[in-house]
């Protein structure tokens, strides 16, 4: 991996391995839907608590290419619809999510006994990312 990526994915956790607001674009039919989510990201990846009967997840079943940004931060994805938060391998990655998204996590707004919440994996493909002037262009398929 050279300098420079390892760079950005330094930068990536720094900026976005917390609860962060990231905007998720995902293909229905021939048309892109945008929305809001709070999402963790980890090792080239962003996290996302979410509902399997959601439009989101709906359109992933149909195509998993996904588009994301925030925070100067651009880049493209494959989503994966992980099963129910509560399921084994899980368990590690709720445990941060938990941690990460505490101070509204359990308000009410999330229903973890539900089956139909799930957990979303965004595994990024490739990015920009700019900082203090810099630019980076991310190959998340390099290690």
């Known amino acids: 991996m050279s300098k420079t990526n390892e760079?950005?994915?330094?930068?990536?956790?720094?900026?976005?391995?917390?609860?962060?607001?990231?905007?998720?674009?995902?293909?229905?039919?021939?048309?892109?839907?945008?929305?809001?989510?709070?999402?963790?990201?980890?090792?080239g990846a962003f996290y996302v608590v979410t509902y399997a009967l959601s439009g989101k997840i709906k359109q992933i079943e149909k195509n998993p290419a996904i588009g994301v940004c925030g925070e100067w931060f651009t880049?493209?994805?494959?989503?994966e619809n992980?099963?129910?938060?509560?399921?084994?391998q899980n368990a590690e990655m709720m445990t941060k999510i938990r941690t990460a998204f505490a101070e509204w996590y359990d308000n009410g707004h999330t229903n973890e006994?539900?089956?139909?919440t799930v957990l979303l994996r965004i595994r990024l493909?490739?990015?920009?990312?700019?900082h203090h002037g810099e630019r980076f262009e991310i190959d998340f398929t390099v290690e």
């Open 125 to 130: 493909t490739d990015g920009i990312l700019f």
């Open 113 to 116: 006994s539900d089956p139909n």
């Open 7 to 43: 760079r950005a994915l330094t930068l990536m956790t720094e900026r976005f391995g917390h609860d962060t607001f990231l905007y998720v674009a995902t293909i229905d039919g021939d048309r892109p839907s945008v929305r809001t989510v709070n999402a963790f990201y980890e090792n």
């Open 75 to 79: 880049a493209h994805g494959i989503g």
């Open 82 to 88: 992980l099963g129910h938060v509560l399921a084994p």
